[in-house]
């Protein structure tokens, strides 16, 4: 239980995987479509319009249709530029079929 927030569980990466040791996004592992994310505590943060440096705001979706099943932008760390994730398309599932 977390006073700040909520802990989630259950998200899949799509387009790359989550390094648990680095704590960063990585290239997905070959025939590896959807990755298994750890538990994460989400919390509510105001928009102040600056990027982060070292992140990529991950769209989190309920399911693999996308668009109007959009839910919000996570921060996840990495160490390559947001462009190569945002060219991969890459994005958290909540509900994976």
């Known amino acids: 239980m977390s006073k700040e927030g909520a802990f989630i569980h259950g998200l899949s990466m799509e387009g790359a995987r989550w390094d648990d040791k680095a704590g ?17 505590l989400i919390k509510a943060a105001v928009f102040t319009g ?3 440096k070292d992140t990529y705001v991950c769209p989190v979706y309920k399911t693999q249709d996308r668009g109007p099943t959009f839910v ?20 958290l599932l909540m509900d994976v079929a």
């Open 72 to 91: 919000f932008n996570a921060g996840l760390r990495s160490k390559a530029a947001p462009s190569k994730w945002i060219l991969g398309g890459v994005g």
């Open 24 to 40: 960063t996004i990585e290239e997905s592992r070959a025939k590896e479509l959807y990755a298994k994310m750890p538990v994460i």
């Open 50 to 52: 600056q990027e982060q």
